[in-house]
Every structure is written in structure tokens, then in C-alpha cells.
DNA sequence: CGACATACCTTGACAGATGAGGTATCTTGT
DNA sequence: ACAAGATACCTCATCTGTCAAGGTATGTCG
């Protein structure tokens, strides 16, 4: 894991969001698939995960529904709602500016000073 | 302020390293700065930007020395050390791989996928 | 003389992240 | 038959960075 978890505190909401705009999905499901498209560099921890989950959920962000699978281990699987995207949209907004002033902050090779 | 703190959270220390990189200053200055380069959208609160301090100091990349101001309120100037400096192109990488992995993650439509 | 800027600092509390632990099912190799 | 590992869920105690609120002191301006 190359990515220190504190650079990505206060995004796992977000992260989680977007992930949840294009399809209803689960906890394990999504965890592996963060994983997939950081290319390894970057994982979230189950507790991390699951403390994201409630939080969204009682912030009225998602709903949950238990999956009617019939082997295996159940899943239970999380819609994003309405107020959900909405959060979505504010919140990469958000990181749009928050990268903007941590670039100029940083001095990341920026001209217009 | 427009800018959730808790997205800048655990970028502070490269934050006042980068502005020691260039001379040597204190912290009332170094919060001005911020707060002026990021147009007034992100101030590090004073709480915050000493916590920091002491961690840097403690860490041994940045070490103090009282400024011999003959009027006004005293000064304590902060000098970056050697290790403050590797330590500092170390976090600025890291801000960069974290960037990358968090446009990819929201889905920041990144073509260089 | 009061307000405000400059300049430093500490303490207690909060919120997000996480290590460590737990439960249960299914698959695959030996 | 059995162990190992993947799939899949969850909780609790602890750690760390942030910050509101409080404090001290000097200089300037109206």
C-alpha cells in the first residue's frame, strides 16, 4: 500500500458515492473494485468501510436491501438515493477546489502565482 | 471558508514545509501566507499550525530560533532542515500519486486511464 | 482609552481511520 | 475428509490530526 490513508481522509464518502452512481453494490464488491482501479496502490480497510456505510446511511445518502442469494454468503447491497448524488456532485466539486489550493499550496510547479 | 478542512487534513505538514523551502519565517506570517495564496479559501487554524510545529520540530525537519525584533511582539522563526527538505520532496510525490488515484477513484473524467 | 493587528501558546474534545477481533458460507487442492 | 483461502458481514477500542476556546503580550490608530 504506497498511498498514506491519512492524504485520502475525508474522501472515502465520496469514494464511495461515485462508486454507487453507476450501480448498486456491496461492501466486498466495492472494497475489491477500489483496489482494482487504484491498481493496488490503494485499499480500504473493512472498519473504515463499514463506519462509511453507516455514516452515509444515516446521513440519508444511501439505503441497503439484503441480496436474495441463494448460495454463498449473503450480501447486502446499497443504493445511492437522491440527496445521495447530490452529496456526490457537491462533494467532488469540492475536491476540484480542495486539489486546486493544495497544488498552489504545495507549489506544484505553478506559474500563476 | 469554503474549503472543508477535513479534505486538507494530513497535507498540513507539507503545507509548511513548502513555504520553508523558499526562507526562513514564523507562524503568524506563514498563516497569512496561506490564507493569501489560497485566496482566502483555506486558513490553517492556529491550533492546528502549532500542533504542526512541534511535530516538525520533533520529527527534525524544522528547527527554531527567537527573532531579535527590537519592536513589536517577539518572533519565532522556523529554518527547514536538510531532512525537512527530503522529507518534503518525499510528501510532495505522495500528494501527487494521491491526486492521481483520487481522480481516478470519483471518476474525475480522466482519459488517461 | 478602546479597538484591532501582530505574535505567541495550551487544553479538552471531536471525528475519521484502523488493528484486532468475531461470525458464517463456499470452493479448491490434497 | 480436511485445511486453506476466498467470499461476505460486523464491532470495539485506540490513535491521530483538527480546532474551538481560552490565555499572554506588544504596537498602532482614531
Not at 441480496?67 to 447486502?76: F, S, T, Y
Given at each position: 500500500m504506497s498511498i498514506a490513508a491519512d492524504l485520502i481522509r475525508g474522501h472515502t464518502d465520496a469514494i464511495i458515492l461515485s462508486h454507487l452512481i453507476h450501480r448498486?453494490?456491496?461492501?466486498?464488491?466495492?472494497?475489491?473494485?477500489i483496489l482494482g482501479r487504484s491498481d493496488h496502490r490503494y485499499e480500504l480497510k473493512e472498519a473504515t468501510l463499514y463506519t462509511a456505510f453507516k455514516r452515509l446511511e444515516d446521513a440519508g445518502y444511501i439505503v441497503s436491501y439484503w441480496?436474495?442469494?441463494?448460495?454463498?454468503?449473503?450480501?447486502?447491497y446499497y443504493s445511492i438515493t437522491p440527496a445521495g448524488r447530490e452529496a456526490?456532485?457537491?462533494q467532488l466539486s469540492e475536491w476540484l477546489a480542495t486539489r486546486n489550493i493544495i497544488d498552489k499550496l504545495l507549489g506544484t510547479e505553478d506559474s500563476t502565482l
Open positions: 448498486d453494490s456491496y461492501g466486498y464488491e466495492i472494497n475489491k473494485s441480496g436474495d442469494e441463494k448460495v454463498g454468503a449473503r450480501r447486502k456526490y456532485e457537491k
